[in-house]
């Protein structure tokens, strides 16, 4: 399972403050609710591509000795099963669906040139998927503007709540995934399982 890692900065200052081990340790279980620290489980690496940079970032992750099940803790800046930050998405979505630019032109506002447009295409079909839920979820957080679809309400909203205070909040506390959680994961972000002998239609 996947939480948000309460750290605030760039990556670069988050490579840093990673390096202390006993920093930021789990003292529960979001799974299991067992009410005692949970062991360092070590970390594992992923890419990242934010605003200006790309490389790999280290996650770090814990062990529930009552459950035995692992926790990572990803920073903020970052979206669970995607390498692009979600600030890099919340630029190229709002260039792309408020603003009205082309893909080419959307993925130069969020300072990506070059990037394929199928990427594009992929980001923007599964936001306005979800458009409505994101919506629903931000009505409290956000007063509701004016807009004539749930796509628009939705980016304006995540705007003036900011696109990382909006991503801590879905995820954080709601466990909605900016851009729709994969197939293969259950909503709640964790990864489907059948009983022996079944199978996905």
Do not use: N
Not at 67 to 85: D, E, G, K, N, V
């Amino acid at each position: 399972m996947q939480i948000l890692h309460p750290f605030v900065g760039s990556p670069q200052q988050y490579a840093e403050h990673i390096l202390d081990p006993d920093r930021d340790r789990l003292q529960h279980c979001p799974l299991c609710q067992a009410r005692e620290p949970l062991w360092a489980h070590g970390f594992y690496c992923r890419t990242l591509v934010e605003m200006g940079w790309e490389g790999a970032i280290r996650v770090r992750r814990f062990l529930c000795r009552v459950c035995r099940r692992t926790i990572s803790l990803l920073p903020q800046f970052a979206l669970p099963y995607l390498r692009f930050s979600v600030v890099v998405i919340c630029q190229f979505l709002s260039a792309r669906l408020l603003q009205g630019r082309t893909l080419v032109a959307a993925a130069l506002t969020a300072g990506q040139a070059g990037m394929p447009y199928q990427r594009g295409q992929f980001w923007v079909r599964r936001f306005c998927r979800q458009a409505e839920a994101l919506a629903a979820a931000l009505a409290d957080r956000v007063p509701a503007p004016p807009a004539a679809d749930f796509v628009t309400r939705a980016l304006q909203k995540i705007q003036a709540r900011g696109a990382i205070a909006s991503h801590r909040f879905l995820l954080g506390q709601l466990r909605m995934h900016l851009l729709g959680w994969p197939l293969s994961l259950a909503p709640a972000g964790g990864r489907v399982s059948l009983p022996p002998g079944e199978v996905i239609p």
